[in-house]
Each structure stands twice: as C-alpha cells, then as structure tokens.
C-alpha cells in the first residue's frame, strides 16, 4: 500500500501527464472550431480601444474565466508571518545568497506553512552593475520540493513532505535539479524565489482539507468554487508580496514562471496580478495556453476526470463538448496584456498541444495590439529553435515535456530585452 501511495506521489509532484491511448494527434481529426469572441463584449459592443478593454471587455472575461474554469478568487485576507529560517551568504560558491524564509498563513483559528528557498546574486558584473541596484526576480513552484532542486544538504525539506513523514525515494535530494539551472540564473544576474506547489495546495483529490482553502470559509461549494490551480495562483501573489518587501528585489520587474500544471497556476495568476511584468508558460497545455477547441492531446474531459482538484466544477461541464465552451484560452492570454507574455512548447510534447499553444497566444495579439504592442506575426508557426521575441514571445524546442536550458536561456534574453540590461536589450 506504501509503495502505491508512493507511486501516486511521485507522479504527481514531478508534474508528468500519463499519455492515454484515445487521445488525438492527427491535426486532421481537429474539428472545425469557432472561437469566442476576444474584443465583442457580451452585449455586442466591439472593442475598438484601450479605455474600452479596461473598463468593460477584461473584467467580463476575468468573471468569465474564473465563474467557468479556474475558481472565483476568495476577497478576504489571511495573515501572514514570514521568518527567514536560514541563511547562507556563500552559496553555490559564493555566487549567491541562499535564504529559506518560512511563511505561516492564519486563518479561522487555522495554520497552513509553505517554506520559500530563495537564491540573491552576491556580485553583478559588466553592464548589470551599472544597470542595476536591485534584482530582477523569477518566482514559481517547484515539483519534488525544495530539497530537491538543489545538492545543498542544508535546504530543508518542504512543509509538505514533512507531513508525510516518509524517508524513500522521495526525499531523495538533487533529483529535480535539471529543471532549475540555478548557477547559471544568478549569474545572469537574477534572484530565484521558489516553492514547493504542494506546500499550497497539496496536488490530491483531497489536498483541499491540508491547503489554504481552510483559511477562507467564504469559498463555498458552488460550481465556481476555487481549487488548487486558483489556489496555486493566489500562493504566487503572497510570494510576489514577501519580494516586493525586500531590499535587494526590483518590484518592477517580476517574471513568473511555470512549467505544465503550473504553467496554468502561472497565466491565471498573471491574468490578476498585475505586478507580474513578465508571464511564461512553460508546455502548461489544456487548461493553460492550449485552445480547447482543437480536442488535440489532453481534452478537457481527461483533465477534469484525472485532476479533478484543479478546476472548479462548472469546468467539468465541457468533458466531451469542448465545442460548447463559451470562452478559450486565447482570452486567458489576452489579460495579461499589456504586460509580457511567454508561452513555450516541446516538439516532443504532443500531448500538451503546441500549435495550440501558439495559435491561442497568436489570437490573443490582437489585444496588445490595442495597446501598440507586438503579438504574434503569423498563424503558422516558427521552426524549432527560432524564438519569437516580441511582446508575446514564443519557442518550440526540439525534445519532451521538460524545462531544460535552452527554455530557461531564452527567458533570460527575453527579460533583458524586457528590462532593459546589457546585450539583449531592445527587442
């Protein structure tokens, strides 16, 4: 039973979707698909401006994506104590300073922890050091926990796997490390704030009773009740609070980053959180940057029946009549303008639909076109490895559902350009 459990856990906390059989990868099987309309609000008006998309067409489609798929966010506050619980000034070789900062969320006589690790460049060099007096910062999640991202014995583990209160496989360290290329993050000169996504929101049909779900007794049983990817999404924004307090961050230029289900946690909490300049979407597919109207790799009713934790229930609706759905991801997109928006794909990674991951960010250009912004140039698709840097940028890569260096060199150039620092700037 154990070693079951253990399975369970471990598929879950790596972030990898167990490709079924019935799903479809014949682009000659997509049916013909009307999407909704992103700039004709509910009462017929076309939006022809700026004015126009603030005040009345983003706050339908923000009621609209939360009532029909991620979970209207609860209004009340919980609060917060935040305690940095270690420091080390010389870590990974003196290049950073590494703090582990504890944060206790309290609520209806309630406590839920979540421990941030948090990597700060000690030395900027060339450029940067002129450009620079505090940090640009990457925020997100982490899968297998903070243990795990890196060999340093004395990261602790996350609050999550210290409930479980097991000792295999794991807690083993290091095994997460690809996916975080710390050294080369902090020598490019940003910060790195990461958590474990299960200290939130455990990711379980019922991780809702040990989550932050408890702290907010308003958030009822309705269809458009809140689950994990809202809660994950809130979670962002209270990191995003800690590091818009510190010295050393620059609270003008946060990217949030996320990778497959929290690639999704990463658009709905950038769609809200306006702090958030840069938005990247990492392979976060159906429910993420992936039209649903396509039926392509994961559909919606495959999502909802494996995680049924993630959505709010009005989502299930749509299992098997995604043609019905009264909105898409494209519109998703759309509200983070006129912010930077991201989405990456894998070449590799059918499943999670690229061309369309592409096609929603291309359909949501003309919104930052309202703004004198760039979308996306083209409903056809670059090639591999030829990355389109403009105001929503894209890149497929060659490989599988992975966050490699070449994702992570590309986010890089692309928040310099967005920034303003050294080679890169301008787009």
Same mark, same amino acid.
């Given at each position: 039973m154990k070693r079951t459990l253990l399975l369970l856990l471990i598929m879950v906390t790596t972030g990898i979707y167990a490709q079924q059989p019935e799903a479809n990868y014949d682009e000659a099987r997509v049916p013909k698909y009307t999407l909704p309309e992103l700039l004709t609000c509910e009462d017929g008006t076309t939006v022809t401006t700026v004015r126009q998309w603030e005040r009345r067409r983003r706050p339908e489609l923000?009621?609209?994506? =939360?009532?029909?798929?991620?979970?209207?966010?609860?209004? /009340?506050?919980v609060?917060?104590?935040?305690?940095?619980?270690?420091?080390? !000034?010389?870590?990974?070789?003196?290049?950073?300073?590494?703090?582990?900062?504890? *944060?206790?969320?309290?609520?209806?006589? !309630?406590?839920?922890?979540?421990?941030?690790?948090?990597?700060?460049?000690?030395?900027?060099?060339?450029?940067?050091?002129?450009? &620079?007096?505090?940090?640009?910062? %990457? @925020?997100?999640?982490n899968f297998p926990g903070n243990h795990a991202i890196t060999d340093?014995?004395?990261?602790? %583990?996350?609050? $999550? *796997?210290? &409930?479980?209160?097991?000792?295999? =496989?794991?807690?083993? &360290? =290091?095994?997460?490390?690809?996916? +975080?290329? #710390?050294?080369? @993050? @902090?020598?490019?000169g940003y910060a790195v704030v990461t958590m474990c996504y299960n200290d939130i929101f455990p990711d379980n049909a019922d991780g809702a009773r040990q989550s932050?779900?408890?702290? %907010?007794?308003?958030?009822t049983d309705g269809d458009a009740r809140w689950q994990a990817l809202g809660a994950w999404a809130w979670g962002s924004s209270r990191i995003a609070d800690w590091v818009c307090r510190q010295r050393w961050a620059d609270a003008h230029?946060? =990217?949030?980053i996320g990778h497959s289900r929290q690639g999704k946690a990463a658009l709905w909490a950038g769609a809200q959180?306006?702090? $958030?300049?840069?938005?990247?979407?990492?392979?976060?597919?159906?429910?993420? /940057?992936?039209?649903?109207? !396509?039926?392509?790799?994961?559909?919606?009713? !495959? @999502?909802?029946?494996? $995680?049924?934790? +993630?959505?709010?229930?009005? *989502?299930? &609706?749509y299992s098997g009549r995604e043609q019905e759905l009264p909105?898409?991801?494209?519109?998703?997109?759309? #509200?983070?303008?006129?912010?930077?928006?991201?989405?990456?794909?894998?070449?590799?990674?059918? +499943?999670?639909?690229?061309?369309?991951?592409? #096609?929603?960010a291309y359909y949501a250009s003309p919104v930052y076109a309202l703004y004198g912004l760039r979308g996306l140039p083209s409903p056809s698709m670059p090639a591999i490895h030829q990355p389109i840097h403009n105001d929503i940028a894209y890149h497929i890569r060659a490989g599988r559902h992975d966050v490699t260096d070449y994702d992570w060199l590309q986010y890089m150039d692309y928040c310099d350009s967005v920034f303003g620092y050294g080679r890169h700037a301008g787009h």
């Open positions: 923000m009621r609209i994506m =939360a009532d029909g798929e991620y979970g209207r966010t609860p209004k /009340a506050k609060k917060v104590r935040y305690e940095v619980v270690a420091e080390n !000034r010389q870590a990974l070789n003196g290049k950073a300073t590494q703090q582990q900062v504890l *944060f206790t969320f309290s609520g209806q006589g !309630r406590e839920v922890k979540a421990l941030a690790l948090v990597y700060i460049p000690n030395h900027l060099s060339g450029p940067q050091q002129k450009q &620079r007096s505090r940090v640009p910062v %990457f @925020i997100g999640y340093d014995p004395a990261v602790r %583990f996350s609050p $999550f *796997f210290e &409930r479980l209160n097991i000792d295999d =496989a794991l807690l083993q &360290r =290091a095994r997460g490390m690809s996916r +975080w290329p #710390l050294s080369m @993050i @902090i020598e490019r932050v779900l408890t702290l %907010f007794p308003e958030n230029k946060l =990217a949030i959180d306006t702090r $958030f300049e840069v938005v990247i979407s990492n392979e976060s597919g159906c429910g993420g /940057a992936a039209l649903s109207k !396509r039926e392509f790799g994961e559909r919606v009713g !495959r @999502i909802t029946s494996s $995680f049924p934790h +993630w959505f709010c229930p009005a *989502f299930t &609706r909105f898409d991801q494209h519109q998703l997109l759309a #509200l983070v303008a006129p912010r930077h928006l991201y989405v990456a794909s894998a070449e590799g990674d059918q +499943w999670s639909d690229p061309r369309g991951e592409y #096609l929603a």
